[in-house]
């Protein structure tokens, strides 16, 4: 199969998980791969990352992997037959709890976009649309809403695919 990366973007609980998971199944082979970014940190998130788990099944392999997504896109790309990285959103969080700067985030950034060019196998990346609310009250919300935005743009611009998810329905935006 051609190589494929997808980005499914939108708010919360839009359904981007699920409809990304629906895609990844729909890839024949059974070496899929499940990049989580999440650091949970309270219960409701732990409760949230073993739904996700059981949602998945068997047939997945979860990698947790909050900060180093493109070193672990090219190193399992190429005995995968899809990759899903969920979530952009949390892992931009994660680089700016790490105290890394917007030219070291822009950096990794730039690793992620090559990582999913090199890749051997279908990516399937989901973030969370988070520019089209309140503009946050405190500069810390603010930059992390910009760099959200700034990471959107440049996997959307990259992504041979783009869904954007509302209400549940999946919307191509990009194909």
Same mark, same amino acid.
């Given at each position: 199969m051609k190589k494929k990366i997808t980005l499914v973007i939108g708010g919360c609980r839009s359904g981007k998980s699920s409809h990304a998971l629906g895609l990844a199944d729909a890839i024949p082979g059974n070496r899929k791969i499940?990049?989580?970014?999440?650091? /949970?940190?309270? /219960?409701?998130?732990?409760?949230?990352v073993t739904r996700h788990r059981q949602e998945r099944g068997d047939l997945w392999t979860t990698v947790e992997e909050p900060l180093e997504i493109a070193d672990t896109i090219d190193r399992l790309s190429n005995s995968s037959?899809?990759?899903?990285?969920?979530?952009?959103?949390?892992?931009?969080?994660?680089?700016?709890?790490?105290?890394?700067?917007?030219?070291?985030?822009?950096?990794?950034?730039?690793?992620?976009?090559?990582?999913l060019d090199r890749s051997h196998c279908p990516v399937i990346v989901v973030s969370?649309?988070? #520019?089209? #609310?309140i503009v946050p009250e405190n500069a810390l919300a603010r930059q992390f809403r910009d760099m959200a935005g700034f990471v959107n743009q440049q996997i959307a611009a990259v992504a041979h695919g783009?869904?954007?998810?509302?209400?549940?329905?999946?919307?191509k935006i990009k194909s």
């Open positions: 499940f990049i989580a970014t999440s650091v /949970p940190t309270d /219960p409701e998130m732990e409760n949230r037959d899809v990759i899903l990285v969920d979530c952009l959103t949390l892992w931009t969080s994660n680089l700016m709890f790490n105290n890394l700067e917007q030219p070291a985030i822009e950096l990794s950034l730039q690793r992620l976009a090559s990582s969370n649309e988070v #520019g089209t #609310g783009v869904v954007w998810m509302v209400a549940g329905i999946p919307v």
